[in-house]
């Protein structure tokens, strides 16, 4: 596939890159992925102790650099204080099987929790879709329970296979980057296609199925390693203008149209 990863950097700073990592958090508050204080990100940690995890009892929209704990791969607490969250397996497994993988991210973000709960395939029906053109986006549904056990951690890893993300049937979803640009846009991308197909089943009309082979050269088109990081610093800009306005912590009310 020419779905490229980048080597991830030893001697990069983790302070820097639990930073990113925070603002990864918020940012997918702010694209629909916040469900109270559940949903978490981790970073595989470049000394190969385990995984920095966010901690407990906060929103994605809280997270900020120091709410990660390092656990190691059985999930022993090695750093940092606050609560483990119950999911650590998904993440912990999900990285020993995938060495090309350094972030995961779990949420429950709606419209790719509705897709899930469903025998619907995602399809690359918009531009979103098509992120998704060449594994696809598994379903895995051994369980509708959180993932709170190895064998259930080993199962999802399973599962998700060499995917970028794994629809949890009536749970929610995980997704992988080798980058946090990449985890980011992974969960941004899954929850914008599966809200675009959701409207597209709702409305009645007939869908038109894109083909296949054309979807693949579409991502190449479309999704080069500029563009990523185009998309990436465009989702930073707006968190900070949304933040410069509402401050850390609040995430995004919609409104009816004409409120
Ligand atoms: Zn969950």
Known sequence: MTYTHTAYLED?????????????????????????????????????????????????????????????????????????????????????????????????????????????????????????AYEGVPRFTQTSHIITTVPLGVAAAQHIGAAQALLLANHGIAFVGSTVAEVTLTGIFLEKAARFQVDLRASGFAPIEPDPEETKEKFDRIYPAKAQHNFWTYFNRRLDRVEALQGIGISQISLPPGV
């Open 12 to 132: 990069g700073s983790i302070a820097a890159t639990l930073a990113d990592l925070a603002r990864a958090h918020r940012i997918l508050e702010l694209e629909g992925h916040g469900d109270m204080s559940m949903g978490h990100l981790s970073y595989r940690d470049p000394f190969g102790r385990g995984l920095w995890l966010k901690r407990g009892n906060l929103a994605l929209s809280e997270v900020e650099q120091d709410d990660f704990i390092l656990i190691d791969f059985d999930g022993a607490v090695l750093e940092g204080t606050g609560l483990r969250h119950l999911e650590w397996p998904l993440h912990a497994e999900i990285m020993k099987a995938r060495p090309d993988v350094n972030f995961v991210g779990h949420s429950h973000a709606h419209f790719s929790t509705v897709l899930g709960a469903s025998e619907e395939p995602l399809k690359p029906y918009n531009n979103h879709g098509v992120w998704f």
